[in-house]
Nanobody
Framework: QVQLEESGGGLVQPGGSLRLSCAVSGSIFSIYGMGWYRQVPGKQRDVVARISRGGITIYADSVKDRFTISRDSAKNTVYLQMNSLKPEDTAVYYC?????????WGRGTPVTVSS
């Protein structure tokens, strides 16, 4: 079992920055990939960024060059640095971990980009 807890969401003006954190606990050794997803009410949950066990990262086209996913293995934490935020980035952001048999999700942290 893996437990995930997100933090760092909030209200920010367009052009601003936020850093989301995802604290990971449980069977961490079994995880082979982690990521951030986001969801707007009435729409599907979409991938924002993912990082593999080997450190390979992928990003949605809409966030490339603005968002950066990273991890601190010593702190068992994955981050999403979000810069140049736009109103269309408004969503609930979820942390995800995969261990080959299951997908684990946090409860989500809301991000609102508005002036």
């Amino acid at each position: 079992q893996v437990q995930l807890e997100e933090s760092g969401g909030g209200l920010v003006q367009p052009g601003g920055s936020l850093r989301l954190s995802c604290a990971v606990s449980g069977s961490i050794f079994s995880i082979y990939g982690m990521g951030w997803y986001r969801q707007v009410p009435g729409k599907q949950r979409d991938v924002v960024a993912r990082i593999s066990r080997g450190g390979i990262t992928i990003y949605a086209d809409s966030v490339k060059d603005r968002f950066t996913i990273s991890r601190d293995s010593a702190k068992n934490t994955v981050y999403l640095q979000m810069n140049s935020l736009k109103p269309e980035d408004t969503a609930v952001y979820y942390c995800n971990a995969a261990d080959g048999t299951m997908n684990y999700w946090g409860r989500g942290t809301p991000v609102t980009v508005s002036s």
